[in-house]
């Protein structure tokens, strides 16, 4: 059984800083891209960062320069570090990753979600 985990979320004042991770666990060939999403309340779910086994990296204008998404691949996990957070950060996060299963397949894989509040 695959499965994809986040942890780190939390309340936080506006300016602060938070650094959430992401771990997927169980049998699987490999794991391709690996990214971040949110969700705020009567919002649509939205792309934050994204980062494919190449290494390159993709992020939404709204978190650029202030949010820094990496990976440590023998850990199977990716961490997405938030700076100089604001409210309008207050969603909750996503993990998703493209694993790649024994049989060459290829399965897209979320997280249940945490949350991250940002107080002004």
């Known amino acids: 059984q695959v499965q994809v985990a986040e942890s780190g979320g939390g309340l936080v004042q506006a300016g602060g800083s938070l650094r959430l991770s992401c771990a997927a666990s169980?049998?699987?060939?490999?794991?391709?891209?690996m990214g971040w999403y949110r969700q705020a309340p009567g919002k649509q779910r939205e792309l934050v960062a994204t980062?494919?086994?190449?290494?390159?990296?993709n992020y939404a204008d709204s978190v650029k320069g202030r949010f820094t998404i990496s990976r440590d691949n023998a850990k199977n996990t990716v961490y997405l570090q938030m700076n100089s957070l604001k409210p309008e950060d207050t969603a909750v996060y996503y993990c998703?990753?493209?694993?790649?299963?024994?049989?060459?397949?290829?399965?897209?894989?979320w997280g249940q979600g945490t949350q991250v509040t940002v107080s002004s």
């Open positions: 998703k990753a493209i694993i790649v299963r024994d049989s060459g397949y290829g399965y897209q894989y």
């Open positions: 169980g049998r699987f060939y490999s794991i391709e891209t």
């Open positions: 980062m494919p086994s190449g290494g390159s990296t």
